[in-house]
Structures are given as structure tokens and as C-alpha cells.
């Protein structure tokens, strides 16, 4: 099992990025897929969810309307489109996966762990 997260870097405040994650090494149909972040200093704290057969998403309230989770099937890869983005944006961004197929925001059942992706937004 494996999940390469990619796509980080440096934004100016305002900006945009998207992060990838490619999953491999299993059939991902009955996975939820999420997006966690760790600033330095921090709690690792929950940014979005997906379920990959049917799409339903949800989002952490610091980020609504603003980054958008998605994924394309035929690439078994999952995104988090970021807009409008702010300092306290900044963390480290990781990927995982849940065998359950339910939306959490909690770590606890997300049993697989990409290395996580920097992504630094400028004041």
C-alpha cells in the first residue's frame, strides 16, 4: 500500500495550490480518503474527506469554501484544490485512507499514511 502525496511549495497569501495523492496497492472502491494538516507546534488537525465510490465529501469549517477534495478513479488519485489561501494555511499536508468507506475527521481508522507535503503560504 502506498500513498504519494505531492504538490506543495510556496503561495503568497491569496493564492492556490493543489495537492495530489496517488494511491496504490489496493482496490480503493470501498476507501474514504482524507486530508489531514500539522502546523509546527500543532495538533495534526483534520482539512477533508472523501468516499471514493460515491464522491461525498466533507470539509473541516476552517476551510469551507475555500479547498475542495475530489478524486479521478481512472488515475486513483485524490485532490485538495486550495484557494484564497492564508498563513495560517501552512503545514505539513498528508494523505490517508480508511478501510471503513466512512467520512471522519478523526485519525482514528485511517490505517495508511502518505509522507505528508510542505506547503508554506506567505504574509
Known amino acids: 500500500v502506498q500513498l504519494q502525496a505531492s504538490g506543495g511549495g510556496l503561495v503568497q497569501t491569496g493564492g492556490s495550490l493543489r495537492l495530489s495523492c496517488a494511491a496504490s496497492?489496493?482496490?480503493?472502491?470501498?476507501?474514504?480518503m482524507a486530508w489531514f494538516r500539522q502546523a509546527p507546534g500543532k495538533e495534526r488537525e483534520f482539512v477533508a474527506a472523501?468516499?471514493?465510490?460515491?464522491?461525498?465529501?466533507m470539509h473541516a469549517d476552517s476551510v469551507k469554501d475555500r479547498f475542495t477534495i475530489s478524486r479521478d478513479n481512472s488515475k486513483n488519485t485524490v485532490y485538495l484544490q486550495m484557494i484564497k489561501m492564508k498563513p495560517e494555511d501552512t503545514a505539513v499536508y498528508s494523505c490517508?485512507?480508511?478501510?471503513?468507506?466512512?467520512?471522519?475527521?478523526?485519525?482514528?481508522?485511517?490505517?495508511?499514511w502518505g509522507q505528508g507535503t510542505l506547503v508554506t503560504v506567505s504574509s
Open positions: 472523501i468516499k471514493w465510490s460515491s464522491g461525498s465529501t
Open positions: 490517508a485512507a480508511s478501510p471503513s468507506g466512512r467520512l471522519g475527521s478523526s485519525v482514528v481508522g485511517y490505517d495508511y
Open positions: 496497492g489496493r482496490r480503493w472502491s470501498t476507501y474514504s
